[in-house]
């Protein structure tokens, strides 16, 4: 049903359910975790009128014993992804145990299925979700228009190297340029203007 997806990690598509609407994923090296990406598989959506409340946990070097669990954001049929900064978060901060398992030695990410007008009133831990999506996605699409030009840039030929080849079709460099440049501008402006 839910899936989670670390930076230069193996995707985690095998929850351990440890009640009927409780679901875990063990994260090992915590430490070296800036994001986590949750999101459903599209196999089994929520049942109608519930979504997924989103909880981190590490171990807790305040109290050097067990861990606290922090509500990251939540998930549903209608936002069925979602990127959490956990790098921020603070120690010792946080809400009781819902999942029954806690484990002093790795982090875990925690989905609690739950009503959505139960979700609406939830506020998740500061630094971790709304900020933290659209600093990520517009940092995401940024490095990605550098990385299209500068490949597409990398196979530019003036007019004169050109060679006939009726199976391919020309791009003015200038055309690329010019959308990568309005892209970015609109994208500094209003990250959210691609949701419209």
């Known amino acids: 049903?839910?899936?989670?997806l670390v930076a230069g990690r193996l995707v985690q598509t095998e929850a351990t359910q440890v009640a009927a609407d409780k679901f875990v994923f063990?994260?090992?090296?915590?430490?070296?975790?800036?994001?986590?990406?949750?999101?459903?598989?599209g196999t089994v959506p929520f049942p109608a009128g519930t979504g997924g409340a989103v909880y981190f946990s590490f171990p807790d070097p305040v109290s050097g014993t067990?861990?606290?669990?922090?509500?990251?954001?939540?998930i549903?049929?209608?936002?069925?992804?979602?990127?959490?900064?956990?790098?921020?978060l603070k120690a010792g901060e946080g809400g009781a145990n819902?999942?029954?398992s806690s484990s002093s030695s790795v982090a875990q990410v925690g989905v609690s299925v739950e009503p959505l007008d139960q979700?609406?009133?939830q506020v998740p831990v500061s630094g971790s979700s709304s900020v933290a999506v659209a600093d990520s996605f517009l940092q995401f699409a940024q490095k990605t228009l550098d990385s299209l030009y500068n490949f597409?840039?990398?196979?530019?030929?003036?007019?004169?190297?050109?060679?006939?080849?009726?199976?391919?079709t020309f791009i003015p460099s200038s055309c690329v340029l010019k959308w990568y440049e309005n892209f970015r501008r609109r994208l500094g402006?209003?990250?959210?203007?691609?949701?419209t």
């Open 98 to 100: 819902l999942f029954g």
């Open 26 to 41: 063990n994260l090992l090296d915590y430490e070296n975790v800036n994001h986590v990406v949750v999101f459903m598989l």
């Open 189 to 195: 402006q209003n990250p959210n203007f691609w949701k």
């Open 1 to 4: 049903m839910f899936g989670c």
């Open 66 to 74: 067990g861990s606290v669990w922090q509500l990251l954001g939540f």
């Open 152 to 168: 597409a840039s990398s196979f530019a030929v003036t007019q004169a190297q050109m060679t006939l080849n009726p199976s391919e």
């Open 76 to 88: 549903t049929n209608d936002k069925p992804s979602a990127i959490f900064r956990i790098s921020g």
């Open 119 to 121: 979700l609406a009133q």
